[in-house]
């Protein structure tokens, strides 16, 4: 087993570039992180990486042994799927990624519930808005809530996530009731935008009669935090484009209500993603569809 954690820090190292990086990835020190590498240049008889203090690159040995290295991880990881598969038993741990609203109003609530009925199944649940890339910080699976761009992950269409665009009462009282898409921009409505570093302009996309159609709007607060948009929407700030199961408890009570519903937001696409070698592992599509029906049940109530 000390070979093949060898094998898995080498991989890791060498898909993030960084010690450090992989030794967090691994649950591990630095240290160890390079001591790992060090044990396995020495049964190999050749160094893997040149290092400097500043930076770490492979050698041409270390691009030549990752692509088998690769496989005989895929391998052992297959090997383990199908005795899994054999013992009706899954077992393991899950590094699973989801946005922060998805994650903790439809996916956080049903972890213990899973966890009681596989208790052979650890998960690790890490919720960001942010774009993660599922590759090179190790995860097994990540839920992805907007538009899908092409990419090597797997992905299994969960189902079509209804959106909405409201406001307060307080902030329609003062600014007025947009109708439309239109309205947004031509009046200079204060919309409240989720945004990363490096983000230019935002735009939101909305059914038109003549068609789907992207609106540049604009508006004094930005987050990276879609909680903290609902929270000064709610506040009378702005308005906001959201999943419609995220604010639903809010259109019921009145706190906030639809806006611009001439041209209502394109539904956002609910998916999983997953490595390809990954596709086969069973606790993995276990879980999908363990959270998927309840996904579908909470958006069917909303």
Same mark, same amino acid.
């Given at each position: 087993?000390?070979?093949?954690?060898?094998?898995?820090?080498?991989?890791?190292?060498?898909?993030?570039?960084?010690?450090?990086?992989?030794?967090?990835?691994?649950?591990?020190?630095?240290?160890?992180?390079?001591?790992?590498?060090?044990?396995?240049?020495?049964?190999?008889?050749?160094?893997?990486?040149?290092?400097?203090?500043?930076?770490?690159?492979?050698?041409?040995?270390?691009?030549?042994?990752?692509?088998?290295?690769?496989?005989?991880?895929?391998?052992?990881?297959?090997?383990?799927?199908?005795?899994?598969?054999?013992?009706? #038993?899954?077992?393991?741990?899950?590094?699973?990624?989801?946005?922060?609203?998805?994650?903790?109003?439809?996916?956080?609530?049903?972890?213990?519930?899973?966890?009681?009925?596989?208790? #052979?199944?650890?998960?690790?649940?890490?919720?960001?808005?942010?774009?993660?890339?599922?590759?090179?910080?190790?995860?097994?699976?990540?839920?992805?809530?907007?538009?899908?761009?092409?990419?090597?992950?797997?992905?299994?269409?969960?189902?079509?996530?209804?959106?909405?665009?409201?406001?307060?009462?307080?902030?329609?009282?003062?600014?007025?009731?947009?109708?439309?898409?239109?309205?947004?921009?031509?009046?200079?409505?204060?919309?409240?935008?989720?945004?990363?570093?490096?983000?230019?302009?935002? #735009?939101?996309?909305? #059914?038109?009669?003549?068609?789907?159609?992207?609106?540049?709007?604009?508006?004094?607060?930005?987050?990276?935090?879609?909680?903290?948009?609902?929270?000064?929407?709610?506040?009378?700030?702005?308005?906001?484009?959201?999943?419609?199961?995220?604010?639903?408890?809010?259109?019921?009570?009145?706190?906030?209500?639809?806006?611009?519903?001439?041209?209502?937001?394109?539904?956002?696409?609910?998916?999983?993603?997953?490595?390809?070698?990954?596709?086969?592992?069973?606790?993995?599509?276990?879980?999908?569809?363990?959270?998927?029906?309840?996904?579908?049940?909470?958006?069917?109530?909303?």
């Amino acid at each position: 087993m000390a070979y093949l954690s060898n094998l898995r820090m080498f991989v890791r190292v060498y898909e993030l570039g960084s010690m450090s990086a992989a030794a967090r990835d691994q649950r591990t020190s630095p240290a160890v992180a390079s001591s790992r590498v060090a044990e396995l240049e020495k049964h190999l008889g050749a160094r893997l990486f040149n290092r400097t203090t500043r930076s770490l690159q492979p050698t041409s040995n270390g691009r030549l042994f990752y692509e088998g290295a690769q496989r005989v991880l895929d391998a052992v990881q297959d090997a383990e799927a199908a005795l899994t598969h054999a013992s009706a #038993q899954p077992r393991g741990t899950l590094f699973v990624a989801a946005p922060l609203g998805l994650g903790r109003r439809l996916i956080a609530p049903h972890v213990p519930v899973f966890k009681d009925e596989h208790p #052979q199944i650890d998960l690790r649940l890490r919720l960001s808005d942010r774009k993660v890339d599922v590759t090179a910080e190790g995860l097994d699976l990540a839920f992805h809530l907007g538009t899908l761009e092409d990419s090597g992950l797997k992905m299994r269409v969960l189902a079509d996530c209804p959106r909405v665009l409201c406001a307060s009462p307080d902030y329609v009282a003062r600014r007025g009731m947009p109708r439309d898409g239109a309205a947004l921009v031509a009046d200079r409505h204060d919309c409240l935008t989720l945004r990363f570093p490096g983000a230019t302009e935002f #735009q939101w996309a909305l #059914q038109t009669p003549d068609g789907p159609k992207r609106f540049k709007i604009s508006g004094p607060f930005e987050s990276d935090d879609g909680d903290v948009l609902t929270g000064w929407a709610l506040d009378g700030r702005g308005i906001i484009l959201k999943p419609r199961f995220e604010v639903a408890e809010h259109l019921a009570s009145g706190a906030l209500v639809p806006v611009a519903t001439d041209t209502p937001p394109l539904p956002a696409t609910l998916a999983a993603l997953t490595p390809h070698r990954r596709l086969r592992d069973p606790k993995v599509m276990l879980f999908v569809d363990f959270i998927a029906t309840r996904m579908r049940a909470a958006m069917a109530e909303t």
